[in-house]
C-alpha cells in the first residue's frame, strides 16, 4: 500500500509539469496567432492609406503636373511588402528560425560574445 502511494504521489507533481507545458503551449500559440492577425488588421489599414495617397498623388499629377504627391508611394509600398511578408508569406517561420539559430549560437557560446 506504501508503495502505491508513493508512485501516486510521484505522478502528479509530473502531470501537473505536463498540463502546465500544454497550456504554456496553446498560450504560445495564441500570441503568434494574435499577431499574425494584427499584422492582417495593420496591412489593410496601409492598403487604405496608400490607396488614398495614390489618388491624391494621381490627382496632384494631373492638376499640378508634379509628381511630388507620388513620393510617399514609395516607402508605403515598402512597408506595405513587409506587411504582407509577415501576415501572410513565411516571414515568422524565418524570424523564429533565426531567433532558434541565436539561442543555440548563445548556448555554445558563439559569435558577438564579450
Known sequence: MGQTLSNAAEAVPKKMAD???AVMLKQ???QLAVGVAQARDNLMWLGA???LVAIGGAMNL???GSRAGLIPLGPLTFAGCY???FAYGNKLQRVIK???EILEEERRGG???G
Open 19 to 21: 498540463n502546465q507545458k
Open 28 to 30: 504560445r500559440e495564441l
Open 49 to 51: 492609406a496608400w490607396t
Open 62 to 64: 494631373k492638376h499640378t
Open 83 to 85: 506587411l504582407y511578408d
Open 98 to 100: 533565426s531567433a532558434g
Open 111 to 113: 559569435a558577438g560574445g
